[in-house]
Nanobody, 119 residues
Framework: QVQVVESGGGLVQPGGSLRLSCAASGSIFNAYAMGWYRQAPGKQRELVASITSGFITNYADSVKGRFTISRDNAKNTVYLQMNTLKPEDTAVYYC?????????????WGQGTQVTVSS
């Protein structure tokens, strides 16, 4: 079992920056792939960025060059540095922990943190 808790959301002006944090507890953090997803009103949840247990990263095309995902296994924490934010980045951002356990794709989700980009 893994518990994940997001923090760091808020209101920011276009062009600004925010850093989201996701603290995980309860199991072997470094065995999990971690990801950030977002869901805007009326839209489906989408992958923003992910990082594997081997530190391989992946980004949605819409955030490449602006967002950076990282993880600190010593602190059981994954981060999402968001720069040059745009109004279309406005969404609830969710942290995900994922691991394949005996053939089963196990996922844990946080409660989400709101990011609003507006002047």
């Amino acid at each position: 079992q893994v518990q994940v808790v997001e923090s760091g959301g808020g209101l920011v002006q276009p062009g600004g920056s925010l850093r989201l944090s996701c603290a995980a507890s309860g199991s072997i953090f470094n065995a999990y792939a971690m990801g950030w997803y977002r869901q805007a009103p009326g839209k489906q949840r989408e992958l923003v960025a992910s990082i594997t247990s081997g530190f391989i990263t992946n980004y949605a095309d819409s955030v490449k060059g602006r967002f950076t995902i990282s993880r600190d296994n010593a602190k059981n924490t994954v981060y999402l540095q968001m720069n040059t934010l745009k109004p279309e980045d406005t969404a609830v951002y969710y942290c995900n922990a994922r691991r394949l356990i005996t053939g089963v794709d196990v996922n844990y989700w946080g409660q989400g943190t709101q990011v609003t980009v507006s002047s």
